[in-house]
């Protein structure tokens, strides 16, 4: 659409206030996400960190205040260059009816196998496809709603590792793992960051660490 593509530089929210409807959500909200930085977001159930993510992934606009990539405002940026730019992993990962293969391929549509599966060991799922009857092939459909919250993350994660986009947006991304799978993640979180940047909400210790900054979100308010 005429729009030039931007590399990524940096994000940020800049006095933003928010809401789905009447009920103000963020009020005057300000985030700077430093390229190269890990950017921790907490707060309670429902201050609106998962909404402060969608903002960044332009799934809403915003009325007032600005929220920005690279300095530009986001609504100046094209829809694919900006999909290119960010890799969000939300708290609840959508699986579709068809094999774990094309379940992780939709992150990146020309991946080859090998890529795939190297996405896997990096979300620490490969071990457990492998241990399907027919691994990468087995439809997801079958599985039914018998994968687990962990297992259903770490294909969220997989997808992620695989879409290798600069910006990584993580909604409790090791909310549903064992230590033992955390702790793969964040190896590989830690691997990855190098050359990228990532903004974590998440409720555990363990994993906020890696933050080099934390904000907390407090009746829609940071502080
Ligand atoms: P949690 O820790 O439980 O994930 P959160 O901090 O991520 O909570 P949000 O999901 O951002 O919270 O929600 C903030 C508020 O906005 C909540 O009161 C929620 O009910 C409301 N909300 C979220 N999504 C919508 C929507 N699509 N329409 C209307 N209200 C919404
Ligand atoms: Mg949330």
Not at 11 to 29: K, M, P, R
Not at 77 to 102: P, W
Request: charged letters at 25%; hydrophobic letters at 40%.
């Amino acid at each position: 659409t005429g729009k030039p593509e931007i590399t990524f530089a940096g994000a940020a929210a800049e006095q933003v206030t928010f809401s789905y409807g009447t009920e103000i959500i963020l009020s005057n909200v300000s985030v700077e996400v430093p390229e190269h930085s890990v950017v921790g977001i907490v707060g309670r159930s429902g201050s609106g960190k998962s909404t402060l993510l969608k903002l960044l992934m332009r799934f809403w606009d915003v009325r007032q205040g600005k929220v920005m990539i690279s300095d530009m405002p986001i609504d100046q940026i094209n829809t694919a260059n900006l999909r290119e730019l960010e890799s969000f992993v939300t708290q609840e990962t959508h699986l579709f009816h068809d094999s774990i293969k094309n379940n992780l391929r939709i992150a990146k549509l020309d991946a080859a196998d090998e890529e795939i599966e190297s996405a896997c060991k990096k979300a620490s799922v490969h071990e457990f496809i492998m241990s399907l009857p027919q691994g990468y092939d087995t439809p997801i459909g079958e599985l039914g709603d018998t994968l687990s919250g962990g297992e259903r993350q770490r294909l969220g994660l997989a997808r992620a590792f695989l879409h290798d986009a600069p910006l990584l947006l993580l909604d409790e991304p090791t909310s549903n793992l064992d230590s033992l799978n955390e702790a793969v993640i964040l190896k590989s979180l830690h691997e990855e960051r190098k050359g990228k940047t990532v903004v974590l909400v998440s409720h555990r210790q363990s994993t906020m660490r890696m933050a080099d900054k934390v904000y907390s979100v407090e009746h829609g308010r940071i502080s």
